[in-house]
């Protein structure tokens, strides 16, 4: 008899990872959508997330983007990890607005998967960003 844990369903391990993510939580993220290799997740700009110029603060758009990345990269049931990001900021973000950010898996090298993440204000491209995530061997439990 096998002791070993039987592997979590793709579609719940984002849930997993917010529950288990304070940062995240604290941003106040919500999962919209997720499948395998796409997750879109969304939030409200809050005062406190504000730079000195009353806008919001680049991290706060990278940081949607980032887990809507992880989200997406782990829904195939291993562990990932990203190895390598980059934003570009298009337009600035207001107390009040809210953000979507989606992940698409673009391709898939073996262990290595090359996302593109588009955040939005409605139907306005606020920024992109792009990622090359490593999935490890491990499965999600």
């Known amino acids: ?23 995240s939580t604290w941003l106040g993220i ?15 700009i809050r005062k406190e997330m504000l730079n000195s110029m009353n806008k919001a603060h680049g991290g706060i758009s990278y940081s949607l983007a980032d887990t809507a990345f992880g989200f997406a990269a782990n829904t195939h049931g291993k562990y990932a990890v990203s190895i390598e990001t980059s934003i570009n900021h298009i337009e ?39 990622g090359v995530v490593y999935r490890t061997q491990k499965d999600w439990e």
């Open 30 to 44: 919500e999962i919209l959508e997720c499948e395998i290799g796409r997750c879109k997740v969304g939030m409200t």
């Open 1 to 23: 008899m096998s002791t070993k844990s039987k592997p979590i369903a793709s579609n719940l391990i984002p849930e997993r990872m917010l529950s288990q993510d304070a940062y």
């Open 92 to 130: 600035a973000l207001d107390e009040g607005d809210y953000i979507v950010a989606e992940s698409v898996i673009e391709s898939v090298k073996n262990r290595l998967g090359f996302n593109i993440i588009e955040v939005k204000r409605g139907e306005e491209l606020v920024a992109l960003f792009k």
